[in-house]
């Protein structure tokens, strides 16, 4: 094989990056994707693989900590790197992390949950008055005669 890529990879095996995916190249796929997990010999293996490459990488579409969780001794992979949710998390070195959610998300799933927190609190919102459906306050009928 004449792939200048895996030539360089091996003249210098301390600069590469190995990616490899969670579900379907670690672990198999099985009919619940609970029931995944990977080969107990591959943390071994990838450790191995570990100290003599720059980085090892998981991306995954489950959370970063689940494929920690379904791959025990993954943990202790050198320099392994675990991206979740299609890297949106990352985990690295025992601490997972990801970007803060985009501007007004906090704000709306905040007024999206208000409806259930006040039938919680008897139909009262926040300030102890009755909530209305879907959280807006609605109009009160007014007296015949009195426009």
């Known amino acids: 094989m004449n792939n200048p890529a895996i030539h360089a990879m091996v003249r210098d095996p301390g600069g590469a990056v190995i990616g490899l995916d969670f579900d379907g190249t670690l672990a198999p796929i099985v009919p619940d994707p609970d029931d995944a997990r990977i080969h107990p010999a591959a943390p071994g ?3 191995e693989l570990g100290s003599l490459v720059k980085a090892v990488v998981i991306v995954t579409g489950r959370p970063a900590a689940t494929a920690i969780k ?25 601490r997972a992390s990801a970007p803060p959610p985009p501007p007004g998300v906090l704000h709306a799933e905040a007024r999206a949950a208000a409806p259930a927190a006040a039938a919680r ?27």
């Open 45 to 47: 293996v990838l450790a």
């Open 121 to 147: 609190r008897g139909g009262r919102d926040d300030r102890g008055q009755a909530a209305g459906r879907g959280g807006a306050h609605q109009a009160r009928p007014r007296p015949p005669g009195n426009p």
């Open 70 to 94: 379904y791959g025990p001794g993954l943990e202790k992979v050198p320099g392994l790197v675990v991206l979740g949710h299609y890297g949106f998390e990352r985990w690295e070195g025992g």
